[in-house]
Antibody, heavy 115, light 106 residues
Framework: QLVESGGGLVQPGGSLRLSCEAS????????MNWVRQAPGKGLEWISH????????YYAESVKGRFTISRDNAKNSLYLQLNSLRAEDTAVYYC??????????WGQGTLVTVSS | SYELTQPPSVSVSPGQTASISCSGS??????VSWYQQKSGQPPHLVIY???RRSSGIPERFSGSNSGNTATLSISGTQAVDEADYYC?????????FGGGTRLTVL
């Protein structure tokens, strides 16, 4: 099970830190991802982190503004969102990486960027 | 940048076979996954590695991938299958999603 938290209303240029708490599986053995979905739009992959944090990737749209991290001791995944823009408004999902697909998703947390 | 193209909508009659395509350059050289998303819910993995069904997915769901096109097929389509469907593949160190296809069961 994956449970996201940390979303909310933030002004343009502001920051947020999203968390994803994992349970029911050996978190430290899985790569993880963040995926977002703007209201009424499709899925957009944001970032990937390998199980040991050796490999970290970002979508061009967030590179330099967002930072993914994880704490395997706490079974938790994080996404630091800085310099937020209106177009970052979306539901943010964490997703477990398995066989090049995402086999488990959280319910999502809504981030709204507005003044 | 790499792109995956899906038709915006597909309609099917109950009991018939629905086919949803996903096209991209040399897509057959990559693994494709498919996700089902119903209104107000997170996506759910349906197919991974082109043709493997995820746990709990009915046998009426199948996938294929060759050349430039991957296809999700749903045989004996039921009303419960009405949803948005997304294809996904990796391009080097990035993940690409198709734009999504809304499946309507008429």
């Amino acid at each position: 099970q994956l449970v996201e938290s940390g979303g909310g209303l933030v002004q343009p240029g502001g920051s947020l830190r999203l968390s994803c708490e994992a349970s029911g599986f050996i978190f430290k053995t899985y790569a993880m991802n963040w995926v977002r979905q703007a209201p009424g739009k499709g899925l957009e992959w944001i970032s990937h982190i390998s199980s040991s944090t050796n490999n970290i990737y970002y979508a061009e749209s967030v590179k330099g503004r967002f930072t993914i991290s994880r704490d395997n001791a706490k079974n938790s995944l994080y996404l630091q969102l800085n310099s937020l823009r209106a177009e970052d408004t979306a539901v943010y999902y964490c997703a477990r990486d398995q066989f090049r697909g995402f086999d488990s998703w959280g319910q999502g947390t809504l981030v709204t960027v507005s003044s | 940048s790499y792109e995956l193209t899906q038709p915006p909508s597909v309609s099917v009659s109950p009991g018939q076979t629905a086919s949803i395509s996903c096209s991209g350059s040399k897509l057959g050289d990559r693994y494709v996954s498919w996700y089902q998303q119903k209104s107000g819910q997170p996506p759910h993995l349906v197919i991974y590695q082109d043709m493997r069904r995820s746990s709990g997915i009915p046998e009426r769901f199948s996938g294929s991938n060759s050349g430039n096109t991957a296809t999700l097929s749903i045989s004996g389509t039921q009303a419960v299958d009405e949803a948005d469907y997304y294809c996904q593949a990796w391009d080097s160190s990035t993940v690409i999603f198709g734009g999504g296809t809304r499946l309507t069961v008429l």
